[in-house]
């Protein structure tokens, strides 16, 4: 059996283009994930990751209905 909560990495970026695909995201009503590991280190006093390297990640179940989203993103805002 698939475990469709498991999460999926779907970009890494600056904090600006990921809070962009975010807020794309959760209109439709798709929760994400954000993971920085350079504000979490600095947070605790240490450093850790680089400020261009923030991940976003979504449920597996919610990749189908992502990827008109991803796709217009990515089109838009190439890598």
Do not use: C, H
């Not at 008109?68 to 990515?74: C, I, N, R, S």
């Amino acid at each position: 059996m698939e475990n469709n909560d498991e999460l999926v990495w779907i970009f890494t970026g600056t904090e600006v283009l990921v809070d962009l695909l975010k807020a794309e995201l959760e209109e439709i009503g798709i929760g994400t994930i954000v993971r920085n590991d350079y504000l979490s280190g600095i947070s605790v006093g240490f450093m850790g990751g680089t400020p261009t390297s923030i991940d976003l990640f979504i449920q597996k179940a919610d990749l189908e209905a992502a990827q008109p989203v991803l796709d217009e993103f990515f089109s838009t805002n190439p890598q």
